[in-house]
């Protein structure tokens, strides 16, 4: 009964559109002064959070996603890509979801990958007839690819709740990463050739190919950086993040396309980013702490393993669940609530938590692009200046694929497992 009590409360603060932060903080204190348990634990636990090195990360890659944002460096890479595909039965879609996929590689957040090749995949794709609810879709869903393929901040996060190793996490979402983009691919020419709307560009001769594609080498340099540091050995996630903010610094610089106003305004947005994760982590602790002292991670997993004793049930049963909450709930919510209720209960289940993280984070991806509270739906409407309903009906074919690879994730662990395991 008291679950079924926190979890009416929960849902009406945040009917009350209480920001979620403040939600969680304030019904995780209420929960202890109920209880007669100390308050003071509440700023220790806020500063074990804050005390982590891995949390470094997280306002490095932001920050140095929101320098290569306002340095335009997503209009080389899209301009490389396009002189590849462009030809193609649907081409510029295609480039589209290449160029996510290569941003995604260094960015690590979806919105700044949706932002990023929307602003100039937009104005292109509907110049060459492209319908603007496939247009919005496509790009809502291809952002989701930031969150997935390394590096990735949700994997960051799961890693720290769980102690999972974050290098094998990213080298876990490279294998469904790519999968789900290269279907993305497909399902876009597909609907190219059979729509007939599209109108594919004109082959570009090869000199003048390598000459755009060497314009955007710097970019793909970065990522080769980032990534091969971390499976290197030679720098963690945050230490890579770091290298990736001065070399995306000076990248921008030398090409002319940073200057101090710039370079502010991508400060203050990656900090107001950055403060608002912090904040629902600090009050997503103060929550996790309380449940956990009312044990009601130990009560559900107790009753998981009790009415559910086969893994695949129990994996449906998460999904559905994960979708349902990914309704009301962004991606980091999600995972800083349900991570620590679910992880006991997998654990008892003989889950594999590597894979069960990749899982995971395949359904948020699929959470950002679901209304009421899908933020790449958000952040693409306001890129292409559309309706909202025209963003979601796009984008809703991209959430069913999305579904399969979830379940195909189930029947094929080693979609996820078999880079970790090999390397």
């Not at 636990?45 to 997280?58: G, H, P, Q, R, V």
């Not at 590689?105 to 603007?132: D, F, H, L, N």
């Not at 449906?316 to 991570?339: D, H, K, P, T």
């Amino acid at each position: 009964m008291e679950i079924l009590i926190i979890l009416i409360i929960l849902l009406g603060l945040l009917i009350l559109r209480v920001p979620v932060a403040f939600a969680l903080a304030s019904l995780g204190i209420g929960m202890l002064w109920l209880k007669d348990l100390p308050l003071v634990a509440v700023p220790i636990k806020l500063y074990d959070t804050m005390d982590s090195f891995e949390l470094l990360a997280i306002p490095m890659f932001l920050l140095m996603s929101n320098i290569l944002l306002k340095g335009n460096v997503g209009k080389d890479l899209f301009a490389a890509v396009q002189v590849w595909v462009g030809h193609w039965p649907g081409g510029l879609a295609v480039a589209t979801i290449q160029s996510c996929t290569l941003f995604s590689a260094i960015s690590g957040s979806s919105v700044a990958t949706a932002a990023t090749i929307g602003t100039i995949a937009i104005p292109e794709m509907e110049k060459r007839g492209y319908e603007k609810p496939f247009i919005m879709g496509q790009l809502a869903a291809g952002g989701t690819l930031g969150i997935l393929i390394p590096p990735s901040i949700p994997l960051i996060l799961y890693g720290m709740l769980t102690e999972v190793s974050i290098p094998a996490l990213f080298l876990a979402g490279i294998g469904p990463g790519l999968f789900l983009a290269f279907i993305f691919i497909i399902y876009s020419m597909i609907h190219a050739k059979t729509k007939g709307t599209a109108q594919t560009l004109t082959r570009v001769p090869l000199v003048d190919r390598l000459k755009i594609t060497l314009v955007a080498f710097p970019t793909v340099f970065l990522a080769v950086c980032i990534i091969g540091s971390i499976y290197a050995g030679v720098a963690t996630p945050s230490e890579s993040a770091g290298i990736g903010f001065v070399l995306a610094a000076l990248m921008t610089v030398l090409m002319g396309r940073m200057n101090w106003r710039l370079f502010k305004q991508a400060v203050y947005e990656s900090l107001d980013t950055t403060l608002m994760i912090f904040l629902i982590i600090a009050g997503a602790k103060i929550f996790s702490y309380a449940i956990t002292l009312y044990l009601i991670p130990q009560t559900v997993s107790s009753f998981l393993t009790t009415h559910i004793s086969d893994p695949a049930l129990f994996i449906l049963a998460v999904g559905i669940v994960l979708l349902i909450v990914g309704f009301f709930l962004e991606s980091i919510s999600m995972l800083l609530i349900m991570v620590p209720v679910l992880y006991p209960a997998l654990q008892a289940m003989g889950i594999d938590p590597l894979w069960f993280g990749i899982f995971f984070v395949v359904l948020i991806e699929t959470a950002l692009i679901t209304p009421p509270v899908g933020l790449n739906l958000f952040v693409i409407q306001a890129v292409g200046n559309a309706k909202l309903e025209d963003v979601a009906k796009g984008a809703l074919p991209f959430a069913v694929i999305m579904l399969g690879m979830a379940f195909l994730l189930w029947f094929w662990k080693d979609l996820a497992l078999y880079i970790p395991r090999t390397f």
